[in-house]
């Protein structure tokens, strides 16, 4: 009686564990920098023109958000905004993509075979691998900051996560916020190197 108690409690646990990796999921962050590029020059800064997730030549609700959610973090780093002449320029992609995932899982089964000795049958486990597909989309959000006066890019930094169908407007907000905030977490700079 004790070893399926244990057995319940490893289940509880792991699913418990399971659910808090669930909550602190976010997006996949990734950066890059040119190591030539000196960050303690930089003061000003503007967007990019034309900014690549408009050049269709409109905006849409999405980059107005990203628009805002940029401009917070650069003040917030000590930047100033400047329309024109600008030290660092910012300019943002959004890409969605077909993606497939592949991973196996141990299983294990029962074969059963006559026994003409003991005239019974007879259990034999088997083990193996069950190959798993998942197939899904995957959205990704880059923001790059280019030198204003060499036009060469020097930081980017981009923010990964599955696409959920059937979301609403106000979802879709959170996740670009959370990404735009995750990618300028692992901004190291602030303006003139303060």
């Known amino acids: 009686m004790l070893r399926p108690l244990r057995l319940l409690a490893a289940t509880a646990l792991m699913s418990s564990l399971l659910g808090l990796t669930a909550c602190v999921s976010g997006p996949a962050v990734r950066t890059d920098h040119d190591p030539a590029a000196n960050f303690n020059q930089y003061?000003?800064?503007?967007?990019?023109?034309?900014?690549?997730?408009?050049?269709?030549?409109y905006s849409s609700w999405i980059s107005e958000r990203i628009?805002?959610?940029?401009?917070?973090?650069?003040?917030?780093?000590?930047?100033?905004?400047?329309?024109?002449?600008?030290?660092?320029?910012?300019n943002f992609q959004g890409v969605v993509e077909d993606k497939t995932a592949v991973w196996t899982v141990p299983r294990s089964d029962t074969e059963w075979f006559y026994s003409y000795r003991h005239k019974t049958y007879v259990a034999v486990p088997i083990w193996y691998d069950e190959t798993q597909?998942?197939?899904?989309?995957?959205?990704?959000?880059?923001?790059?900051?280019?030198?204003?006066?060499?036009?060469?890019?020097?930081?980017?930094?981009?923010?990964?996560?599955p696409v959920r169908s059937k979301q609403k407007p106000e979802q879709k907000l959170g996740e670009i916020d959370a990404a735009i905030t995750g990618i300028f977490a692992k901004y190291p700079h602030k303006a003139g190197g303060m």
């Open 67 to 90: 628009r805002a959610d940029v401009r917070k973090e650069m003040d917030a780093r000590g930047y100033r905004y400047s329309t024109e002449g600008a030290d660092l320029l910012v």
């Open 133 to 161: 597909v998942s197939r899904y989309k995957e959205g990704t959000l880059t923001v790059d900051l280019v030198d204003g006066k060499r036009n060469r890019m020097v930081w980017t930094g981009s923010a990964s996560n």
């Open 43 to 57: 003061q000003t800064w503007g967007f990019y023109q034309p900014i690549a997730m408009e050049q269709s030549g």
